[in-house]
């Protein structure tokens, strides 16, 4: 089966929220930092209260700049996400897209026979930003599988059922 499995770092079984961070390389957190430095058309170096600086606290990377309005989400609490579906869906890898701005988890539900031998397996994908190119989402999806591989079956009820996310201010 092909699908997202194991893309990026592996998190063995049965592995904490800590040590899962630390397998995949997203164990470190972010902090607003007020006012930014830009350069104005002419050059000049003003300061902005309007946006802060999104940087990691472990090597000071600025992963973003972003309006005051902005509140992160912790690689922590995007894991706690994921440990909190235990019993439907398992933390199988994660990966921290272009230098950890956007961390994704992967988690995979269990295999399990419908009906006349046909068998789906659930998958879910729950991403981050800390860049602010996306918001938090949280994307389950159901494949059939067919010979090894998985097919996505697709739903007529439209995006209300499959996805959600949260914007980075709190609302969603």
């Known amino acids: ?26 164990n470190f957190e972010v902090k607003m930092v007020k006012g930014v430095n830009s350069i104005d058309d002419d050059g000049n170096i003003f300061t902005s209260d309007r946006e802060q600086t ?20 912790q690689n922590r609490e995007l894991f706690e996400i994921g440990w909190s579906t235990s019993g439907t869906f398992t933390p199988t890898s994660a ?6 701005r956007r961390p994704t988890l992967f988690l995979e539900g269990k295999e399990e026979e419908i009906s006349f031998g046909d068998r ?3 998958r879910m994908v729950l991403i981050n930003s800390h860049d602010g190119s996306t918001k938090f ?9 067919s010979s090894d591989i998985l097919i996505p ?3 007529q009820h ?14 969603m």
Do not use: Q, W
């Not at 699908?3 to 899962?20: F, H, Q, R, V, W």
């Not at 940087?55 to 509140?71: A, E, P, Q, T």
């Not at 989402?137 to 494949?143: G, I, K, N, W």
């Open 120 to 122: 789906t397996i659930s």
């Open 1 to 26: 089966m092909c699908i997202n499995k194991l893309l990026g770092n592996a998190i063995p079984a049965d592995s904490t929220i800590d040590d899962a961070l630390i397998a995949t390389g997203l």
């Open 153 to 155: 079956l697709r739903f």
């Open 137 to 145: 989402s949280a994307t389950p999806t159901v494949y059939r599988i």
């Open 95 to 100: 990966i921290g897209f272009d230098e950890g």
């Open 54 to 73: 999104c940087c990691r606290l472990d090597n000071n990377v600025i992963m973003g700049v972003h309006k005051s309005r902005y509140k992160p989400l």
């Open 158 to 171: 439209g995006k209300t059922g499959r996805s959600y996310t949260i914007r980075h201010d709190g609302s």
